[in-house]
């Protein structure tokens, strides 16, 4: 009989992973600054308000089709727009200056485990 081998680990499955969790993470943030906008952006029902809602909503749906080419710049774009924000919210704007520096570190990881990958030297690899 011959020995089935295990299929390949993917390093990026679970990187992925981490981005999906990261989009979870910032959407429930963005969602729990919906009651500072009630209070002190005007409301809900603004431009600011809808505004917050579709991001909030556009993080969820990122979380699902991370693994897309275009969702990585997506993601970007939408922290554009919450840094956008610090103009009439400086609250979400600030959230997404943190955010957007998440972004921007996990984007060097991922160029790293890419790095490595290319080079044979990951754990899963040896």
Same mark, same amino acid.
């Given at each position: ?74 993601? %970007?774009? %939408? ?9 009439? %919210?400086?609250?979400?704007? @600030?959230?997404?200056? @943190? ?22 030297? %990951?754990?899963?690899?040896?």
């Amino acid at each position: 009989m011959s020995e089935v081998k295990p299929p390949a680990k993917d390093p990026m499955k679970s990187f992925r992973g981490v981005m999906s969790g990261t989009l979870i993470m910032e959407a429930i943030a963005v969602a729990l600054a919906l009651p500072v906008v009630a209070n002190v952006g005007g409301g809900i029902s603004t431009l600011t308000g809808w505004s917050m809602i579709v991001i909030a909503v556009a993080l969820i749906v990122l979380c699902g089709m991370i693994k897309r080419p275009w969702a990585v710049p997506a993601v %970007l774009a %939408l922290q554009v727009a919450m840094i956008a924000f610090i103009v009439t %919210l400086p609250a979400m704007g @600030i959230l997404g200056l @943190i955010f957007g520096g998440i972004w921007l570190w996990l984007l060097w990881l991922r160029k790293d485990v890419l790095r490595r990958m290319a080079a044979g030297t %990951l754990p899963s690899q040896q």
